[in-house]
């Protein structure tokens, strides 16, 4: 509903920023519906997205497929989880996007370019994210 919104907002020229609690609703929709899969994506690899208002969130890509949760602080991953390969810190990210939760979500759903939000490490990892198709 959060990404219809603006797209009728763009349709008549008036786009407005989402409000933060919607934004923040649409990032954590896309990352724990379209993020979390059984299918194998990538070599092992944390990717981060922290939004300008405070709820950063990570997705681990390993062979078992993606799963997305929220960080519980920045910088700190929660108690269950591992590292995401032997040579990595358990707290590293390969990549990182930071912006507000507007960008962020714009930038998921592909209604704004990819890089709108700063970008950091990987940038394979955040196409392959959104690119992602459960039908292929």
């Not at 960080?71 to 390969?94: H, I």
Request: proline share 9%.
């Amino acid at each position: 509903m959060t990404v219809h919104t603006y797209d009728a907002q763009l349709a008549v020229g008036a786009p407005r920023p989402l409000p933060d609690e919607v934004a923040l609703d649409g990032v954590e929709e896309f990352l724990s519906t379209f993020c979390t899969t059984t299918v194998v994506l990538h070599e092992p690899a944390a990717v981060d997205h922290h939004t300008a208002e405070g709820r950063p969130w990570r997705n681990w890509l390993s062979g078992d497929g993606a799963r997305a949760a929220r960080l519980p602080a920045p910088g700190t991953m929660p108690a269950a989880t591992s590292a995401t390969s032997a040579d990595q810190e358990p707290d590293a990210a390969a990549a990182s996007a930071r912006g507000t939760a507007h960008e962020l979500v714009l930038a998921l759903y592909c209604r704004i370019p990819l890089d709108s939000p700063k970008l950091d490490g990987d940038r394979r990892l955040f196409d392959q994210l959104v690119g992602w198709d459960p039908e292929r």
